[in-house]
């Protein structure tokens, strides 16, 4: 733990709740948010934050030193076969919170993770699914929390770790990778990673 929380972290994206995540676990990390467009060719969710998360940490990766770790993210909410991703409106936020109000919804995080070595890099890409159960909201109750404004910059239109927690009936699976990133399964596939690394270097 200590090599790792003394090797350089890149975070290829600019959401603070994902820095908070990692400096949770004792990894400071220099924030470099990835400008690409973002482009998939697939409509399923595990899919589709799986290539975002790689198109992030790639682009971020041609810049980055050696002995470097980056990592790209990229959260969706699916409600049945449909994927929320970040309201563009407060019209659109308040849609998505009545599609996943008294039901619930999977929320998905792509990782990917690249250590950039002396000779080459090595890299792995993982989902997480976590499930989220959400009482039934009133009007009032979704007009009252779209003008908080907290639901603007969120996958699906909300934040577990905001105003939106007195409307969580129940959660199953990870509840970081609801936040935005399953950092448990981060630092065990980081890890793995590592050991990958040293074990060809050993070789």
């Not at 820095?19 to 060719?41: D, N, T, Y």
């Not at 041609?62 to 909410?77: K, S």
Request: aromatic letters at 6%; glycine letters at 10%; zero cysteines.
């Amino acid at each position: 733990m200590k090599r790792m929380q003394n090797m350089t972290v890149i975070l290829a994206s600019g959401s603070p709740r994902r820095r908070e995540l990692l400096e949770q676990i004792g990894i400071q990390p220099i924030v470099r948010p990835s400008g690409i467009e973002e482009k998939v060719a697939s409509s399923v969710p595990e899919e589709v934050v799986m290539e975002l998360s790689l198109q992030k940490a790639e682009d971020v990766a041609v810049q980055a030193p050696e002995h470097t770790l980056i990592l790209g993210a990229d959260t969706v909410v699916a409600v049945g076969r449909e994927i929320l991703g970040k309201p563009e409106s407060h019209e659109d936020a308040a849609e998505m919170i009545r599609k996943i109000g008294g039901r619930s919804h999977q929320v998905y995080t792509g990782v990917t993770l690249i250590y950039k070595g002396e000779k080459e890099s090595r890299g792995v890409t993982f989902a997480e699914k976590t499930e989220v159960q959400v009482y039934p909201l009133t009007e009032e109750e979704i007009t009252g929390y779209v003008r908080t404004e907290e639901p603007m910059d969120k996958a699906g239109a909300y934040g577990i770790q905001g105003a939106f927690a007195a409307y969580i009936e129940g959660i199953h699976g990870d509840y970081t990778n609801v936040v935005g990133l399953p950092v448990g399964r981060v630092y065990q596939e980081w890890k793995k990673l590592m050991e990958e690394m040293e074990d060809e270097e050993s070789d």
